[in-house]
Each structure stands twice: as C-alpha cells, then as structure tokens.
C-alpha cells in the first residue's frame, strides 16, 4: 500500500504496466502450483513429466519477469546516467568558462600594476 502511494503507478503507464505483469505472473505461479496439491482421493496429483512440464513453465514466466524487470531498470537508469553525465558537462564547461575568464583578468591586473611574477620559479 505504502509504494502504491508513494510511486504512484497510475500515473507512470510504464511503472501500471510492470505491476499487471507482475499480478498476472504471480497469479500463473499460484494457479499452476496448486496441480501439485493432491485431492483427497490421490497420492500423486500429477505425473512426473506434467510435474516437469509444470516447473518449467513456471520458471521460464519468472524468469522472463525478472528479465524485463532488469532490461526496464538498465533502460531507464541509462537514460537518467546519461542526462546527469550532459548536466554535468554543461556545468564543467561553463566552470572553465568562468576559471579562463578569472585567470585572465588577474593576468590583466598584474600586466597593469608592472609587476612581474616568476610563474614557476621555486
């Protein structure tokens, strides 16, 4: 209830879309997991290979949620990398922008007062 309030899915077609994927694996999971309860009036519900059968499905429908939890997570984490690394390159250059421009005038300032500074002499 709490990360339905706070992240809002309704809101985020992508974040609605991965919950139903979520509801309906998870429903898939529970249905074909209940072959395996035996009624009253058997011992084994199901045969090995249909058991075989049953697991597999089960794990391939996990295991392609999972997946595309993980391709959505890169996508979008790529995206928002990518759109900090140009925010911070805008503001790089800009701080050289500003670093060349204060150089210059205190190299202006000592050209005007005739000083003359060893730049590198130790």
Known sequence: MWSNMYFQP??????????SLSL???????????FF?????????????ASTAIGV??????VALVLYFV??????????????????????TAARGK???GIRAVERRIASSGLRVAMGAG
């Open 10 to 19: 309704l809101r985020f077609p992508l974040l609605e879309r991965m919950q």
């Open 24 to 34: 309906a694996a998870l429903s898939f999971t529970v249905a074909l997991g209940l």
């Open 37 to 49: 309860v035996p009624p009253s009036d058997r011992k084994d519900p199901v045969t090995p290979a």
């Open 57 to 62: 499905i089960i794990m391939v429908l996990n």
């Open 71 to 92: 391709f959505v997570a890169v996508t979008h984490g790529r995206e928002a990398i990518q759109r900090g690394v140009t925010v911070a390159k805008e503001q790089l």
């Open 99 to 101: 670093v060349a421009s």
